[in-house]
Antibody, heavy 121, light 113 residues
Framework: EVQLVESGGGLIQPGGSLRLPCAAS????????MTWVRQAPGKGLEWVST????????YYADSVKGRFTISRDNSKNTLYLQMDSLRAEDTAIYYC??????????????WGQGTLVTVSS | DIVMTQSPDSLAVSLGERATISCKSS????????????LAWYQQKPGQPPKLLIY???TRESGVPERFSGSGSGTDFTLTISSLQAEDVAVYCC?????????FGPGTRVEIK
């Protein structure tokens, strides 16, 4: 059974940094693309970033480009999202999601429960 | 960026009746090399993460009940719940994965009438 468990969320001041790990199990982690999606309170889903399997190509939403970095450690079956220069508008639940294929161009077939990031002074 | 729109914003359907949700993309999401539409449908219940229902616009994910079906091509897509059940109360949204940035529709809330 696929399991994705996010952690690392919390209250952080504007301008601060957080790193969100997502521990994966139940599948061959290196063989699939992985994605971060966020959802602000009471709002819809917003795609944040994707890293492909294999080549580990990375892609970012304009709203986070230059501030967030997605990475993966296939030896630890863990996906990361390094978030720097955080803003109030980054406040959201952050979900880790598994792609259906190694290619980045795919939907997400398994999702974690999410971790809440609150950016506030 | 590809803009995804959905209609209606919400709908109330009687148990056992059909629910139909529309999703439109601002440009075609049909990938010519494999002739597949790069579009997914997700269901999200309160307090839960999204769940993949449909990918490639019309392929049902494993384990998803047959009452859920997807159709359409190019820029116009539909999610149909053929016989609404109580457990189908949720927000449904579409997503294009044709080009980055991937984009989601705003969601359609489905309730019981």
């Amino acid at each position: 059974e696929v399991q994705l468990v996010e952690s690392g969320g919390g209250l952080i001041q504007p301008g601060g940094s957080l790193r969100l790990p997502c521990a994966a199990s139940g599948f061959t982690f290196s063989g699939y693309s992985m994605t971060w999606v966020r959802q602000a309170p009471g709002k819809g889903l917003e795609w944040v970033s994707t890293i492909s399997g294999g080549t580990a190509n990375t892609y970012y939403a304009d709203s986070v480009k230059g501030r967030f970095t997605i990475s993966r450690d296939n030896s630890k079956n863990t996906l990361y999202l390094q978030m720097d220069s955080l803003r109030a508008e980054d406040t959201a639940i952050y979900y880790c999601a598994k792609g259906r294929m190694p290619s980045a161009y795919t939907g997400s077939d398994s999702w974690g429960q999410g971790t809440l990031v609150t950016v506030s002074s | 960026d590809i803009v995804m729109t959905q209609s209606p914003d919400s709908l109330a359907v009687s148990l056992g009746e059909r629910a139909t949700i529309s999703c439109k993309s601002s440009q075609s999401v049909l990938y010519n090399s494999n002739n597949k539409n790069q579009l997914a449908w997700y269901q999200q219940k309160p307090g839960q993460p999204p769940k993949l229902l449909i990918y490639w616009a019309s392929t049902r994910e494993s384990g998803v009940p047959e009452r859920f079906s997807g159709s359409g091509s190019g820029t116009d897509f539909t999610l149909t719940i053929s016989s609404l059940q109580a457990e189908d109360v949720a927000v449904y949204c579409c997503q294009q994965y044709y080009s980055f940035p991937f984009t989601f529709g705003p969601g359609t809330r489905v309730e019981i009438k």
